[in-house]
T-cell receptor, first 113, second 115 residues
Framework: GDSVTQMEGPVTLSEEAFLTINCTYTATGYPSLFWYVQYPGEGLQLLLKATKADDKGSNKGFEATYRKETTSFHLEKGSVQVSDSAVYFCALSNTRSDYKLSFGAGTTVTVRA | DTGVSQDPRHKITKRGQNVTFRCDPISEHNRLYWYRQTLGQGPEFLTYFQNEAQLEKSRLLSDRFSAERPKGSFSTLEIQRTEQGDSAMYLC?????????????FGPGTRLLVL
């Protein structure tokens, strides 16, 4: 079945540091890939997505590129802020599984001033 | 657009009691999903509806769990004879249901604690 593996946390960074969270997936067919973010005390929010190979999703300074050859969708941000402290989830949906999302375990990121 | 809402936000119950959660999706969204999230884990799929039809149920959904979406609008998730292992965050999401690869929009969740 479909599965997502993401980098274990927690990750602690200083403000303006570079952030990378690794995500790899296993899926049949042509999945779509997503990054969701959960800020403290809030619900899951879509951060960015990519629907086909070589697509790059971007939002709020975050980027991720859908790499079919390495089955990866790593999240990056060049200069993090304290407000980026959150839990980040990589997820995929697949036309062969009626679009339900399969999530990774989440990575907790803490950015210190 | 008011987003997906869930009620209650928190529920504490004693083992063996029944609980019911409600989800109101974004207006005119045809697909509605339920997920469960335990501490330190990502959400896991439970079930989903296309309009009022329940099209898939996860093996995680034991016989004690039942979900309905009677008029294709709001949905309820009932857990009968709750067990301590049912303690989790229950998330609802909706999507338009009109296209492939569409985004699911999540509600704030209902946090259940079974004592």
């Amino acid at each position: 079945g479909d599965s997502v593996t993401q980098m274990e946390g927690p990750v602690t960074l200083s403000e303006e540091a570079f952030l990378t969270i690794n995500c790899t997936y296993t899926a049949t067919g042509y999945p779509s890939l997503f990054w969701y973010v959960q800020y403290p005390g809030e619900g899951l929010q879509l951060l960015l997505k990519a629907t086909k190979a070589d697509d790059k999703g971007s939002n709020k300074g975050f980027e991720a590129t859908y790499r079919k050859e390495t089955t990866s969708f790593h999240l990056e941000k060049g200069s993090v802020q304290v407000s980026d402290s959150a839990v980040y989830f990589c997820a995929l949906s697949n036309t062969r599984s009626d679009y339900k999302l399969s999530f990774g375990a989440g990575t907790t990121v803490t950015v210190r001033a | 657009d008011t987003g997906v809402s869930q009620d209650p936000r928190h529920k504490i119950t004693k083992r063996g009691q029944n609980v019911t959660f409600r989800c109101d999706p974004i207006s005119e969204h045809n697909r509605l999903y339920w997920y469960r999230q335990t501490l330190g884990q990502g959400p896991e799929f439970l079930t989903y509806f296309q309009n009022e039809a329940q099209l898939e149920k996860s093996r995680l959904l034991s016989d004690r769990f039942s979900a309905e979406r009677p008029k294709g609008s709001f949905s309820t998730l009932e857990i009968q004879r709750t067990e301590q292992g049912d303690s989790a965050m229950y998330l609802c999401a909706s999507s338009p249901g009109l296209a492939v690869q569409e985004t699911q929009y999540f509600g704030p969740g209902t946090r259940l604690l079974v004592l």
